[in-house]
């Protein structure tokens, strides 16, 4: 098919989803059943775009000029292709797992929830495709908006600041601080197309270069650059699903994802190296990435802990991107995909002991190991691929990342890699040994779903749905891991 | 049959204001509420084709120039057009012909029955004079209109009075300053007449240069900018306004807020930029170091106030004073960018807050209160109402895809412009404020259990189909501005007199 047709099919598919979704409420199967249709339809979309990338095309459309000198615009290069592979596919996933999870804890409101879903979902196609960084911010802004109520879902009180912390740091940071960034950038550039090299070269004063850089990294909230990290830890109290695809995958990816395509497009690698405008970046990154490692430690909320950990990992991305090399951007594109994965499943588990014990807290998860082995195993090969361990994808990008650190000649970024990976090592794996090395403390008690099971002792999983899923995308960690040439394949034209 | 349609339009600029102003007393004469309201529609919808047709004229012909009674101007009476208050007429009429299909339910719901064709009577003249002010070329007819639409206004806030008597002292205070007010206008023009001789517009605008220096026309241009300032409520002067925003029935609320102010800014822009020009220098002083103080100030006063708001007209009404604050920040740039940001935003100012005041007249019919408590719940038992107060809040706060966000762009694009950093940062610091009180009214609509016991239908279609008019109007304009945008510039560069 004519691939700017796809193109657009990409934002109406999931924006059609959610009204077939609006309208189907009443029946809940039916509406689920859209819900996956939705989301398989999109990833075979995605697919058939990514073969014409992979074959050199570069498919654009503009969908109308808002006002003079400013386009939708959508045009497709490797970076954002990657970002609408991982979140199209992830989506197919997460939806079978909603399913689990939401009739696993009789969750109200759950036409709202699935059509804010998929809004959230079509709000990501569009930040991935986006032609410029107009028709980017305007995306960008929508994934904000719709990814609020995902957020405030439960209406309690907690629920509701949680949310407002999401809220005003998300839209207070992208409209204090990108926003000017945009508008700087157009009245210096006089554009604001994605362009391959920058498009800053001679339009913005070297000794301002900084200043519009640190702009542009404190306004995009989502990459959760500290001391605006606060709002990923609030958004913890939306369900797990939400957790685990926008607050592990669309909506961070998207904060990191724009970092790369503002330094790798609008700055351009070559001019951040010759300035050394982000030389401040790697410093606030790597602060980051160790200072968010620790809070992770601290934490005995599972899904807390894994917020922190999800801090950090942006952090590394920033980091590649700050180092203004082609490994290091290399390097921050693939981590997108690998801790995608890594982190989704480790949500998906963190949910399915939810739904199986309606346990939240670490320390009283001593024993579960042994009732849960397939959660467990999958968080198990989820927190390897996070550490960075072969034979599993995560390696993959620390690796790339380390090269692109000895390239850059910073020997201390690489010290700082390898001690967030013992970091890594440290708050994660305990998760696991407890569950499976300490005697549990008490007879669970028995929840709705796990009522037939055997008395203690026996196997007492989640419902299907709610396993399934994380025990797939741990399996995607591993064949990643021998198929990641097809992913630098992909990104491959992104650096000379 | 077509050389009748062209003599009509030739007469176009005078049919503007006469229809709306003898339509009033024959709506007065037919008394019956129904009846006056159908007449009352149709003349406001005569009105806007009007505007449309005289926006369309202007943007491909340029300025016309209309002689009341043939008399030659300066000594007849002119009604000039060109893009700037061809716009504001647009807006103007724009609103009124949304607006009274609405009125009917939300009227017969909110006044006494005797009261109705009363009140479509103040409703007609008040458009006639706003018509009238934006559309004439005279500056003491300026006055004449003024006044008109100001006691028409007062009639409309009193009209409130049957639900709430604090109607009766909002509209006293509402007369009082309204009338000081005019008498500094008329003061101001009374003394430029003096020195001038003159009362047409660009008469004045051609003889004043050489008067520059002239201590009375200084005084003139004093009283007519504080003048102005009180009617478009511009902070410190707007104590007026939130009182009888909240007091007024919801229709008149919608109708006033959209239009009334927007028009005051207009003649403002209208002294400052054609009569005066900035680049006197107590012109250029007045701008620096008065309007953009006071616009700077309005717009984070304003906004806090309106956050500690509990009745959510009167929020609105604050958050009006703030938005008045972008409009006069824009106008104080005194440059193209400045302006176009100024009058883009009158017009898309009109749109959101048209949209709000007509989904709150929603919440009125059906609740009979619109405060934070009294919304609480009502995400799910009136969710187009509340669908349609949401995007307006969020075009009032700035999202991409609503008319707010093309307004903050300009305005933030126009003070990086020239390079006013600190401008840009209020500007952007006081539309995230706006955040919170849009957000505490979202939260009590989704966020709350409705009360116990409260069952509230939606609010009929002829209340809903206007107010979602508005709501994707403001996305329309939003997604694309290149009308909107085209005609600000065009009005700009004409004020400034820039080639373009």
């Known amino acids: ?272 190296a010759e300035t050394g405008a982000s030389q401040w970046l790697v410093g606030v990154a790597s602060f980051t ?76 998860m001593d024993g579960l190991g042994r009732r849960m082995p397939f959660t467990y195993a999958a968080f198990l090969v989820g927190a390897l691929s996070i550490i960075g361990l072969p034979p599993l994808a995560g390696v993959w990008s620390k690796w790339y990342l380390g090269m692109g650190a000895v390239d850059a000649g910073l020997w201390v970024v690489v010290a700082i890699y ?52 994380p025990c797939l995308t741990a399996a995607g960690c591993l064949v990643l891991f021998f198929h990641f040439d097809a992913v630098v394949a992909l990104l491959r034209p992104l650096v000379p | 049959m077509s050389a009748a349609l062209s003599a009509l339009s030739l007469h176009l600029p005078i ?37 449309v047709l005289l926006l369309r004229a202007v943007m491909a012909d340029g300025t016309i120039h209309y002689e009341i009674g043939g008399w030659a101007a300066p000594w007849g009476i002119e009604y000039v057009i060109d893009a700037t208050n061809a716009i504001v007429l647009v807006i103007v009429a724009g609103i009124g012909a949304v607006v009274t299909p609405y009125a009917r339910v939300s009227v017969a719901a909110e006044l006494p029955a005797n009261q109705h064709g009363l009140f479509y009577t103040a409703y007609l003249l008040c458009l006639a004079g706003l018509l009238g002010v934006a559309i004439t070329g005279d500056a003491f007819n300026v006055f004449v209109f003024l006044e008109i639409m100001s006691l028409s206004s007062y009639i409309l806030v009193v009209a409130g009075a049957g639900m709430d008597r604090r109607a009766l002292t909002a509209t006293y205070n509402y007369l009082v300053m309204g009338t000081v007010g005019a008498t500094f206008f008329v003061i101001g023009v009374g003394l430029l007449y003096m020195v001038t001789g003159t009362l047409n517009i660009a008469d004045l605008a051609r003889l004043i240069p050489a008067l520059q220096d002239n201590r009375t026309v200084h005084v003139a241009f004093g009283f007519i900018v504080v003048g102005m300032g009180l009617k478009l409520a511009l902070f410190p002067l707007h104590t007026w306004l939130p009182n009888a925003y909240t007091y007024a029935p919801s229709a008149a609320t919608a109708f006033m807020a959209a239009t009334s102010t927007k028009v005051s800014v207009y003649v403002l822009i209208r002294f400052l930029f054609t009569v005066f020009a900035p680049t006197y220098g107590f012109m250029a002083l007045t701008l620096d170091y008065v309007l953009l103080p006071l616009a700077l100030a309005g717009m984070t006063a304003a906004t806090v106030a309106a956050i500690y708001q509990y009745n959510i007209k009167r929020m609105l009404a604050y958050s009006s004073v703030a938005q008045l604050g972008y409009m006069v920040l824009g106008i104080s740039y005194g440059s193209v960018e400045g302006l176009t940001a100024a009058v883009l935003h ?155």
Not at chain 1, 309 to 316: A, D, E, G, I, K
Not at chain 2, 25 to 45: H, I, K, M, N, Q
Not at chain 2, 472 to 500: E, H, S
Request: with cysteine; hydrophobic share 55%; proline share 5%.
């Open chain 1, 1 to 272: 098919m004519n691939p700017t047709f796809l193109l657009g099919a990409t934002l109406l598919l999931p924006l059609a989803g959610a009204l077939l979704i609006a309208l189907t409420g009443s029946r809940p199967n039916l509406r689920e059943a859209v819900t996956l249709v939705t989301s398989v339809l999109l990833a075979c979309t995605v697919w058939s775009l990514l073969q014409d990338v992979l074959a050199g095309g570069r498919p654009a459309a503009i969908l109308n000029e808002v006002a003079p000198g400013l386009s939708l615009a959508l045009a497709i290069e490797p970076l954002g292709m990657l970002f609408a592979c991982v979140a199209s596919g992830l989506w197919i996933v997460n939806s079978l797992y909603s399913i689990g999870y939401m009739r696993g804890n009789g969750e109200r409101r759950q036409t709202r929830f699935y059509v804010c879903f998929a809004i959230a979902i079509a709000s990501a196609m569009g930040i991935a495709f986006a032609g410029n960084l107009f028709t980017l911010f305007i995306f960008y802004e929508m994934l904000t908006l719709s990814t609020y109520p995902l957020v405030a879902h439960k209406e309690t009180d907690e629920a509701k600041r949680g949310a407002r912390v999401y809220l005003g740091l998300l839209i207070g940071t992208s409209i204090g601080f990108l926003m000017p960034a945009i508008i700087w950038t157009w009245i210096a550039a006089g554009t604001l197309d994605f362009t391959a090299g920058g498009i800053l070269r001679g339009k913005v004063d070297p000794v301002l270069l900084p200043f519009l850089l640190a702009l542009f990294m404190f306004g995009i909230g989502k990459a959760a650059l500290m001391p605006f990290h606060r709002w990923l830890p609030a958004a913890m109290v939306a369900p797990t699903p939400v957790s685990a695809l926008l607050h592990a995958v669309a909506v961070v990816k998207a904060g990191v994802f724009t970092v790369l395509k503002v330094v790798i497009y609008v700055f351009g690698i070559d001019l951040l």
């Open chain 1, 289 to 364: 990435l160790i200072a968010a490692s620790l809070v992770a430690l601290t934490k005995d909320n599972l899904k807390a802990r894994l917020a922190y950990s999800t801090v950090s990992q942006l952090s590394y991305i920033v980091l590649g991107a700050a180092l203004a090399t082609s490994y290091g951007v290399l390097g921050g594109a693939l981590h997108i995909a690998t801790h995608a994965l890594g982190k989704i499943t480790l949500f998906m588990c963190a949910g399915a002991i939810y739904v199986a014990t309606h346990k939240t807290e670490i320390s009283e």
């Open chain 1, 418 to 469: 390898m001690a967030s990976s013992l970091l890594n090592v440290a708050y994660l794996i305990p998760v696991v040994a407890r569950g499976f090395f300490r005697p549990s403390p008490e007879p669970l008690p028995q929840s709705a779903g796990a009522a037939a099971a055997p008395a203690s002792g026996g196997i007492q999983e989640a419902p299907l749905l709610c396993v399934l899923p």
């Open chain 2, 15 to 51: 049919l503007q204001v006469v229809v709306p102003l003898f339509a009033a007393p024959v709506c007065f004469l037919l008394r019956r509420g129904l009846v006056s309201w159908a007449f009352a529609t149709l003349v406001s919808w005569a009105a806007f084709v009007t505007s």
């Open chain 2, 346 to 500: 009158l017009f898309n100012h009109a749109l959101m807050k048209g949209a709000l005041f007509l989904a709150l007249g929603c919440v009125m019919l059906r609740v009979g209160t619109v405060t934070i408590d009294g919304v609480r719940g009502l995400g799910r038992q009136m969710p187009w109402t509340m669908a349609a107060f949401v995007a307006g809040g969020l075009s009032l706060i700035g999202v991409p895809l609503t008319v707010g966000f093309i307004s903050k762009w300009y305005l933030v694009t126009a003070a990086l412009d020239d390079s006013r950093w600190w401008i840009a940062g209020v500007i952007l610091a006081s539309s995230l404020l706006s955040v919170i009180y849009v957000w505490k009214v979202v939260e009590s609509a989704y966020l709350r259990e409705p009360p116990a016991g409260r069952a509230v239908r939606e609010a009929p279609l002829s209340m809903l189909i206007p107010t979602w008019v508005l709501v994707l109007a403001n996305i329309w304009f939003g997604i694309d501005a290149d009308l909107t945008v085209g005609v600000a510039r065009t009005a700009a560069m004409g004020l400034l007199g820039v080639a373009p």
